[in-house]
């Protein structure tokens, strides 16, 4: 077995630079088959994260051609599909870097067992995460509950130095065979929607760095009061990429430690940014339940709607609130695959106090919609919303949309750059959220803008009674 082939299985780790699992496979110097399998996770992602996850796979795909390699594609359970590869190729190892939330983890320790059972060597790695979940800890051995406590644990750790990229990888004498990619149709769940939203993907390992380079060069000086600015390109635009593994999280920490040595003090604060996403994962790791369950279990007897047919909450998923920052924001999501971080929280606030909604509606409409979902981080950003998750701030707390919008975009030029029925000036960008829905909603830039489903302040005392009335 010293020669005989690895396996590397590439899921969301689609870059060859800064890969413990693809160096440690070149290292052996044995042949490596890179391979890529859609299995019953991959086929359960909603549409828009599915069609960007195929942009990558295509990307990827590429990439390894140019340095003499190829990436296999076959579908299937991922045991099954590996176990077939090992008889066609006779290799004796699968390598991968490992995933936190918990489906990932079930069926990864499910087929290392059974691997390793078979006598194959089966070996995961980081690569995902700055810090493995594990080894970041509270003073009593605990997890960390707060983000601010684990910022401070983490902020001087060493983060190891970037993996250089390899320029070629040992082929194997034969290569197995490969399924076509377009059959499996991965933006077939877009319909109408797939031209406009390709046209807002950043895609690829190469188009990663040069994002984040442009990030560090002109814009991480400033991050502190822009990016909260949802007419201005303000953030780094990098949850895309981290979600595929296009970019790894230690490449974007020692460029923002780099600026921050060179004078740029907002780079702390993008730091702290890699860290919230870091404690999601910690979160998930530590308290599975975070994913589909109210981290809070107090809130499981909260009485929320569940009714996604509510005209409400229809109007939500529409962006026809009448509640502007919240119909700005929810439009961008659809044309664009995603949404300003303020804009975010604006909308998940909205309908899980002002409409009273379940987080989990919201929840599943982003898994839909975002380009840049993230299991981890949109269970826990949802919950941080509602009030049942890991938030040192009052549940009570509610943000007033039109305030938020009156501080944030006072001359509305985000409102204009999304809702074409409040200006004459229509923007194409406007236009184009009309191109995308179905024709099903049947609404049109000529329609007037609508009355308030709920107004601010009447949302605002609705959750309120609620909360009181329940014993929060």
């Not at 549409?47 to 195929?54: D, F, I, T, V």
């Not at 929280?345 to 002002?354: D, E, N, P």
Request: aromatic share 10%; glycine share 8%; net charge neutral.
């Amino acid at each position: 077995m010293s020669n005989s082939p690895i396996l590397l299985w590439f899921r969301r780790d689609l870059r060859l630079g800064d890969h413990a699992a693809l160096t440690a496979a070149v290292k052996t110097g044995r042949p490596v088959i890179p391979v890529f399998i859609h299995d019953d996770l991959v086929a359960g992602l909603g549409a828009a994260p599915k069609m960007r996850l195929g942009l990558g796979v295509a990307t990827f795909t590429e990439t390894l051609a140019q340095i003499g390699s190829r990436l296999i594609l076959r579908k299937g359970p991922a045991l099954e599909v590996l176990r077939g590869l090992i008889a066609e190729t006779g290799a004796g190892a699968v390598y991968w870097s490992r995933l936190y939330d918990p489906a990932s983890k079930d069926r990864d320790i499910d087929v290392k067992a059974a691997l390793i059972a078979d006598g194959i060597t089966a070996q995961s790695f980081q690569g995902h995460l700055l810090f493995e979940p594990w080894t970041v800890a509270t003073k009593t051995g605990g997890y960390y509950k707060v983000y601010t406590p684990m910022w401070n644990t983490v902020r001087g750790r060493d983060v190891p130095d970037v993996l250089p990229t390899p320029t070629r990888l040992p082929a194997p004498a034969r290569w197995p065979k490969s399924d076509n990619l377009a059959s499996w149709r991965m933006g077939a769940a877009m319909r109408r929607g797939v031209e406009i939203l390709t046209q807002h993907c950043t895609v690829g390992e190469a188009a990663a760095r040069d994002r984040l380079d442009d990030f560090i060069d002109t814009r991480v000086q400033n991050y502190v009061r822009n990016r909260d600015l949802p007419a201005l390109d303000g953030t780094s635009g990098l949850s895309e990429n981290l979600t595929y593994g296009e970019i790894s999280p230690g490449v974007c920490w020692h460029a923002g430690q780099r600026a921050l040595l060179e004078g740029a003090g907002n780079a702390e604060v993008f730091l702290k940014e890699l860290v919230w996403r870091e404690f999601a994962y910690h979160l998930a790791h530590h308290t599975p339940r975070i994913i589909n369950g109210n981290w809070k279990p107090d809130w499981d007897a909260f009485p929320w709607n569940t009714d996604e047919r509510l005209a409400e909450v229809k109007a939500w998923k529409q962006g026809r609130t009448g509640i502007q920052f919240v119909d700005a924001a929810m439009r961008e999501m659809y044309v664009t695959g995603t949404m300003h971080n303020r804009g975010r929280m604006i909308v998940a606030s909205y309908l899980t106090k002002h409409l009273l909604t379940h987080w989990k509606v919201g929840l599943d409409w982003f898994a839909d919609c975002l380009i840049d979902w993230d299991p981890c981080s949109n269970a826990m950003g949802w919950q941080w919303s509602a009030g049942s998750g890991p938030d040192a701030t009052p549940y009570f707390r509610v943000f007033n949309p039109v305030t938020q919008l009156d501080k944030f975009d006072k001359d509305r030029t985000y409102v204009k750059r999304w809702i074409a029925e409040t200006t004459k000036s229509q923007q194409q960008t406007a236009l184009d959220y009309f191109a995308m829905i179905p024709e099903t909603w049947h609404m049109a830039a000529t329609d007037p803008y609508p009355d308030p489903v709920v107004p601010a302040d009447v949302g605002r005392k609705r959750a309120l009674a609620a909360y009181e009335c329940r014993g929060f």
